[in-house]
């Protein structure tokens, strides 16, 4: 059974705090992408990576940093946390393409609240 | 670039009644589309997905969406709703020549049904 786990359901930090946000997948997919998901926005693709040490920015990168040093890990990093991106963040992973598509499998998402 | 639009944000239904989620989308070159669907504090899973072929798609539980190019479509129909059916759908997009095969959502449509 496919399966992608985030570090954390609920998530409280204060304004100007470095916050990690965790994802690791079990199902050895090389391509794996963290979106945001705001209330009347949808989801919006912050960054994206599509092998160990390699980052692509999605629509939306200002503020965040992204690091994967595992093919299974991949961690969202706020450098210094601000109320604005308070939101659901959402990992996904999906398998490489080979010339079709493959599915994207989502984690249960981490909602941040920042004070 | 691709763009999505959802136009109902909510679209209260009676159970057993028909429901049609209408999705929108804007591209210059061929396209993937896909629904997705999120229930209630969970993240979100795959529903159905137009790649090629038949333009007519379905979903085990029932749930049918037509890939219509020349109105730009990709409409989501199911001819009668359970309670369980409750969730939030995206309607999402991906440009046939990514290789990382980026996802472009919509805004989202909330399907409450009622008794």
């Known amino acids: 059974d496919v399966k992608v786990t985030q570090s954390s359901r609920y998530l409280v930090k204060r304004t100007g705090e470095k916050v990690f946000l965790e994802c690791v997948q079990d199902?050895?997919?090389?391509?794996m992408f963290w979106y945001r998901q705001d209330p009347g926005l949808g989801l919006r693709l912050i960054y994206f990576?599509?092998?160990?040490?390699?980052?692509e920015k999605g629509d939306i990168p200002e503020g965040y940093s992204v690091s994967r040093e595992k093919k299974e890990r991949f961690s969202l990093i706020l450098e210094s946390a601000s109320t604005n991106q308070t939101s659901m963040y959402l990992c996904?992973?999906?398998?490489?393409?080979?010339?079709?598509?493959?599915?994207?499998?989502f984690g249960p998402g981490t909602r941040l609240t920042v004070l | 670039a691709q763009s999505v639009t959802q136009l109902d944000s909510q679209v209260p239904v009676f159970e057993e009644a028909p429901v049609e989620l209408r999705c929108n989308y804007s591209s210059s070159v061929s396209v993937y589309l896909f629904w997705y669907v999120q229930y209630p504090n969970q993240g979100l899973q795959l529903l159905l997905k137009y790649l090629s072929g038949s333009t007519l798609v379905e979903s085990i539980n029932g749930f049918e969406a037509e890939f219509n190019k020349s109105q730009t479509s990709f409409h989501l129909r199911k001819p009668s709703v359970h309670i369980s059916d409750t969730a939030e759908y995206f309607c999402a997009v991906s440009d046939t020549n990514t290789g990382f095969q980026k996802l472009v959502f919509g805004t989202g449509t909330r399907l409450l049904v009622s008794p």
């Open positions: 199902m050895d997919h090389e391509n």
């Open positions: 990576s599509y092998d160990v040490k390699m980052k």
């Open positions: 996904a992973s999906s398998p490489l393409a080979g010339g079709r598509y493959n599915e994207q499998f």
